[in-house]
């Protein structure tokens, strides 16, 4: 059994400031982080839902890539 979660990676600051969007994949109690592409700041991202805001300047982008990325991985 396998569990997939998309959480901010707040501990890896890139150049421009913001923290990378990652996919946390845990699978026989390991995890596998893999990089989605997307960044974002701490200001632009709701904890209570692991997702962007709705400010985010890419936010229907981001939506539509993590739905594609969630139901491959499931």
Same mark, same amino acid.
């Not at 026989?28 to 209570?48: A, V």
């Given at each position: =059994? ?5 959480? *901010?990676?707040? /501990?890896?600051?890139? !150049?421009?400031?913001? $923290? @990378?969007? =990652? #996919?946390? +994949? +845990?699978?026989? &109690? &390991? @995890? %596998?982080? +893999?990089? #989605?592409?997307?960044?974002? /700041? ?5 904890? /209570?839902?692991? #997702? @962007? !805001? &709705? !400010? $985010? @300047?890419?936010? !229907?982008?981001? #939506?539509?890539? *993590?739905? %594609? %990325?969630? $139901? &491959?991985?499931?």
């Amino acid at each position: =059994m396998s569990s997939v979660k998309i959480q *901010l990676y707040a /501990s890896k600051t890139l !150049k421009n400031g913001e $923290h @990378p969007i =990652m #996919l946390r +994949i +845990i699978k026989d &109690r &390991r @995890p %596998k982080y +893999i990089s #989605l592409g997307f960044s974002c /700041s701490k200001e632009m991202w709701d904890t /209570s839902t692991d #997702l @962007p !805001k &709705r !400010k $985010h @300047p890419l936010y !229907k982008e981001i #939506l539509l890539m *993590l739905e %594609k %990325k969630t $139901h &491959r991985c499931v």
